[in-house]
C-alpha cells in the first residue's frame, strides 16, 4: 500500500522560511515523478512543484517560482519543498503526490500538512 | 498555461439520480490527457479517472468519464449519500504546469 506522510508544517511569520518533508513507502520511489500540491483553506488545488525520478527535471508555479526548491532524496525515499519568503497568500494545505509516472495524473495523496503564514 | 472551467459550481441532487459534471479545458488535450478527482471534507483528494475516461483501481463503475478535445464530464449514475464531496479535474497534456479545474461540489439532498 502506497503511504505519503508530510511534516515541517505550522505557523511562521511573513518572510521567513519553512522546510516540509514527505516519506514516501510501499512502492519504488525512484521510478516515479513527485509533486508537491497546496489547497487554501476552503479554496480549490493548485499544484505547486514537481520533481523527475532522478532530480533532472524540476518546475515550479509561477506563483513560487524563485522562492520555493524542491528534491528528493531517493536513498531515503524522500521529498522535500523548502519555501523561502513565505508570503500570507501561501497558507494551505501541502500535499505530497505520487506521479502515476511522469508528470501525468496523481495516483497517490498524502494527507497534508497545514502551513500557516500570518503575523 | 491551460484554464480548466468547471460547471456547475454546486449540484443539489437526491440519491438514484444521474450527476453529470462538465470540465472545459482553453487548448486541446493532448491524448485526452484529463483526470478526475474525488474530495471529501477533511481528506486529500482520490483518483477516480485518468485518460478522461479510465477508471483508478477500486473506483465503482457507477462513476465513468467521457469527453475529448476540450470538453469533457464526469457522470455519477445511482447517487449515494457518500458521493456527496468536492470533484475536481485536472490537465496532464500540457508540461511542466499542471492545473486543475476550480471544482463542482455534489450535494445529496
Known amino acids: 500500500e502506497v503511504q505519503l506522510v508530510e511534516s515541517g508544517g505550522g505557523l511562521v511569520q511573513p518572510g521567513r522560511s519553512l522546510r516540509l518533508s514527505c516519506v514516501a513507502s510501499?512502492?519504488?520511489?525512484?521510478?516515479?515523478?513527485m509533486h508537491w500540491v497546496r489547497q487554501a483553506p476552503g479554496k480549490g488545488l493548485e499544484w505547486v512543484s514537481g520533481?523527475?525520478?532522478?532530480?533532472?527535471?524540476?518546475s515550479y508555479a509561477d506563483s513560487v517560482k524563485g522562492r520555493f526548491t524542491i528534491s528528493r532524496d531517493n536513498g531515503k525515499q524522500s521529498l522535500y519543498l523548502e519555501m523561502n519568503s513565505l508570503r500570507e497568500e501561501d497558507t494551505a494545505f501541502y500535499y505530497c503526490?505520487?506521479?502515476?509516472?511522469?508528470?501525468?495524473?496523481?495516483?497517490?495523496w498524502g494527507q497534508g500538512t497545514l502551513v500557516t503564514v500570518s503575523a | 498555461e491551460i484554464v480548466l472551467t468547471q460547471s456547475p459550481g454546486t449540484l443539489s441532487l437526491s440519491p438514484g439520480e444521474r450527476a453529470t459534471l462538465s470540465c472545459r479545458t482553453s487548448?486541446?488535450?493532448?491524448?485526452?490527457?484529463l483526470a478526475w478527482y474525488q474530495q471529501k471534507p477533511g481528506q486529500a483528494p482520490r483518483l477516480l479517472i485518468y485518460?478522461?475516461?479510465s477508471r483508478a483501481n477500486g473506483i465503482p463503475d457507477r462513476f465513468s468519464g467521457s469527453g475529448s478535445g476540450t470538453d469533457f464530464s464526469l457522470t455519477i449514475n445511482r447517487l449515494e449519500p457518500e458521493d456527496s464531496a468536492v470533484y475536481f479535474c485536472?490537465?496532464?497534456?500540457?508540461?511542466?504546469?499542471?492545473?486543475f479545474g476550480g471544482g463542482t461540489k455534489v450535494e445529496i439532498k
Open positions: 485518460g478522461a475516461s
Open positions: 503526490v505520487k506521479d502515476s509516472f511522469s508528470w501525468h495524473y496523481f495516483d497517490s
Open positions: 510501499g512502492f519504488t520511489f525512484d521510478e516515479y515523478a
Open positions: 520533481i523527475n525520478w532522478n532530480s533532472g527535471a524540476l
Open positions: 485536472q490537465q496532464y497534456g500540457t508540461s511542466p504546469a499542471l492545473t
Open positions: 487548448q486541446s488535450l493532448t491524448s485526452n490527457y
